[in-house]
């Protein structure tokens, strides 16, 4: 029996193209995030006809409650928002320094690791946007950002790495000191008509937390339509701003339009006090 778990990616090509050599795929089973069908579906084809046991499902939904939230630490001085980024992307470089640009970093907590990431655990560099697709509006917009910005960005964790980003214990503190949370979902998450949710999303779920997800065009409509399969409304957590944008194409627009949100928030709240 062979058990292929990628419980934690997507279904992969890679994957399917070098099980589909087997003669037999009978004893195979595939735990999996399923993905746009058009990436995938003739290797599937394949390997389910040769008996391939497929078990797609969102796994950090449906196991959620493996993730358990430590509310040991310290307490923190209350900030508007909380922003995790994980893993450098240019997206969620982009973000930053979006943030940065409107004055919004100084209220929040937000990470990026920058520099102090473990190398055998993620190879990505800061400066990997100049080799991305974001426009040269963007690329403009991170270069000057970046030259203010007095990195890496620390919340609670100075480095990342595997252990950081897998355990199933976190530090939920941050959570409780903010007013929302900006979630800078997982690369896969922000491909075109891929619905790819991780442990990013399902923490603010767990600490009942407001967010706004970074994530893939119509990411917020799949998501509470997921949840309602357990009963779960979710709309307190994803209605309380205009999420028009989740319609939108465009990532780069989709997170133009989210740093808008949080700036108009903030000015309100402080408008209000």
């Excluded at 990616?9 to 399923?34: C, G, M, N, W």
């Excluded at 084809?45 to 449906?62: A, E, H, T, V």
């Excluded at 240019?90 to 690791?113: C, E, H, Q």
């Amino acid at each position: 029996m062979i058990y292929i778990d990628s419980t934690y990616e997507l279904i992969e090509a890679s994957v399917l193209d070098k099980i589909q050599k087997l003669k037999s795929l009978k004893q195979v089973h595939y735990f999996y995030h399923p993905r746009n069908v058009n990436r995938v579906d003739n290797l599937l084809y394949i390997c389910k006809s040769k008996g391939l046991n497929c078990f797609p499902s969102q796994y950090f939904i449906d196991y959620s409650t493996k993730y358990q939230p430590d509310l040991s630490g310290e307490k923190l001085t209350k900030k508007h928002f909380l922003c995790l980024t994980g893993k450098i992307t240019p997206y969620r470089t982009f973000l930053i320094a979006l943030l940065s640009k409107f004055n919004l970093l100084d209220y929040g907590y937000v990470s990026f690791f920058h520099n102090a990431v473990d190398k055998n655990f993620d190879n990505g560099i800061t400066n990997n946007y100049l080799n991305s697709n974001l426009s040269s509006y963007a690329k403009n917009i991170i270069k000057e950002e970046l030259d203010k910005i007095k990195l890496p960005l620390i919340v609670d964790e100075p480095n990342l790495s595997r252990s950081l980003s897998h355990k199933k214990t976190f530090n939920a503190v941050p959570y409780q000191a903010v007013n929302f949370v900006i979630v800078p979902e997982t690369a896969g998450s922000l491909t075109q008509n891929e619905f790819f949710v991780t442990e990013k999303t399902i923490k603010c779920v767990l600490t009942n937390k407001k967010f706004i997800p970074v994530a893939s065009q119509h990411f917020v409509k799949n998501l509470k339509e997921y949840y309602k399969l357990f009963d779960t409304d979710i709309s307190n957590l994803v209605d309380w701003y205009d999420n028009s944008f989740d319609i939108l194409p465009s990532t780069e627009e989709r997170i133009e339009r989210i740093v808008e949100i949080v700036k108009n928030t903030i000015e309100s709240t402080q408008y209000l006090k």
